[in-house]
T-cell receptor
Framework: EAQVTQNPRYLITVTGKKLTVTCSQN?????MSWYRQDPGLGLRQIYY???????DKGDVPEGYKVSRKEKRNFPLILESPSPNQTSLYFC?????????????FGPGTRLTVL | TQLLEQSPQFLSIQEGENLTVYCNSS?????LQWYRQEPGEGPVLLVT?????EVKKLKRLTFQFGDARKDSSLHITAAQPGDTGLYLC?????????????FGKGTLLTVNP
């Protein structure tokens, strides 16, 4: 089954404790992206990647890191999480050759930083 | 500044009613996508509109792209409880990149039986 998977689905952590949220897709998509979704603010892009070793900042990259060492994986790293990073996070992927960047989303990771 | 404004933000209607959701911007987009998101899940693509004035139908859902490619609407005919969800519009092409999507805040639709 074609899908985007994220782990963990739920995470409660404390301020300053480094964490990684994994994202993996099995559709051989070149493009992958991370979003956060907050009430009243909608979906905002954090980082995106056009291919292996190619990443770029989205609209809200502060406090986050990403890496793209393999085509299928695009982990999101929070080196020192803070309470304002409490949010619902989505990973998405799509084909580069596709003209309109129709994205497939993962099921989401709900992160709480205390 | 929100580049894509969706209205209404909330909508609660009875089964069988018709409704229209709007997505407006002062920017021109190369394409506009509509997604539906259900609680606890990620957004799922419904449709992409590309050409100014384009109309696409998906069963009881009708999507329209404005002539100037700055706005779009979603019309649902005879709404059903299964249509309940968060409807998101997303524009591509801002800053010259088709790979950067800008999302609206969404319209939360509740269809009561």
């Amino acid at each position: 089954e074609a899908q985007v998977t994220q782990n963990p689905r739920y995470l409660i952590t404390v301020t300053g404790k480094k964490l990684t949220v994994t994202c993996s897709q099995n559709m051989n998509h070149e493009y992958m992206s991370w979003y956060r979704q907050d009430p009243g603010l909608g979906l905002r892009q954090i980082y995106y990647s056009m291919n292996v070793e190619v990443t770029d900042k989205g609209d809200v990259p502060e406090g986050y890191k990403v890496s793209r060492k393999e085509k299928r994986n695009f982990p999101l790293i929070l080196e020192s999480p803070s309470p304002n990073q409490t949010s619902l996070y989505f990973c998405a992927s799509s084909l580069i050759g596709q003209l309109y960047n129709e994205q497939f989303f993962g099921p989401g990771t709900r992160l709480t930083v205390l | 500044t929100q580049l894509l404004e969706q209205s209404p933000q909330f909508l609660s209607i009875q089964e069988g009613e018709n409704l229209t959701v709007y997505c407006n911007s002062s920017s021109v987009f190369s394409s506009l996508q509509w997604y539906r998101q259900e609680p606890g899940e990620g957004p799922v693509l419904l449709v992409t509109v590309v050409t100014g004035g384009e109309v696409k139908k998906l069963k009881r859902l009708t999507f329209q792209f404005g002539d100037a490619r700055k706005d779009s609407s979603l019309h649902i005919t005879a709404a059903q409880p299964g249509d309940t969800g968060l409807y998101l519009c997303a524009g591509a092409g801002r800053g010259g990149s088709n790979y950067k999507l800008t999302f609206g805040k969404g319209t939360l639709l509740t269809v009561n039986p």
